[in-house]
């Protein structure tokens, strides 16, 4: 391989334990945090989509087959073992996706170095190994502001896109409250409609029956 010096110089101190390594137990830990203290910062937000996407699902399936069982028994006893099935299910999609992500980390990486200490060394061929060097050292490493910076930027998406569900479901919930409402004045207003139809149907029977009455009067006075 090539440039093993810059790459050494670009990925820092623990260069032979990160790119020998298999597993990474700081992604592990932390995720996508780790990839943007790392300075992979576009992997780090890609990182971020597949995990939520990937929790999503997941847990979307495991909650709809537990919510079916609880409709079928909807009793205490149920609903407490539903929950802690729940916690359950979500610790173990959580540590499943940290496990994934922790074995994802060195080839991901090792593209990113071998990419980044590339257009480095392309960029001014006439540069000396030992500026190439000082350069890779300078690019690369870690940082704390790049981890700031990440946090606060998917953090802010994040927050949007929850205010936004949220802001969706009080729409959805004041629609359906002002159909009810609707349905309850339609009601109210056919059985007014009925109420009246009732009482002009009584008035005219009762007109019917004065009717009657009079013109057997009228008849007995005659005879």
Known sequence: MGNEFQKEAFVGKKYEKIMNQKFSVPTLIFG?????????????????????????????????IIGKAVSNNPSADTMIAALISAIVVFLIITVTIGIFTGFLFRPVYEK?????????????????????????????????????LFIIISSSITGAINSRNNSNDETASDNDYSYIIDEEDEDETSEDDATKDDEELDENEEDNDSKKSSSKTKEISYE
């Open 112 to 148: 990113f170095v071998n990419r980044k200490v590339r257009k480095i060394v392309d960029k001014d061929v006439s540069d000396s190994e030992s500026e190439e060097i000082e350069t890779c050292r300078k690019k690369g490493g870690t940082s704390i502001l790049f981890l700031i």
């Open 32 to 64: 996508s945090w780790y990839w943007a203290y790392r300075k992979m910062i576009l992997e780090a937000f890609g990182l971020l989509i597949v995990k939520s996407l990937a929790n999503f699902i997941l847990s979307s399936i495991a909650f709809s």
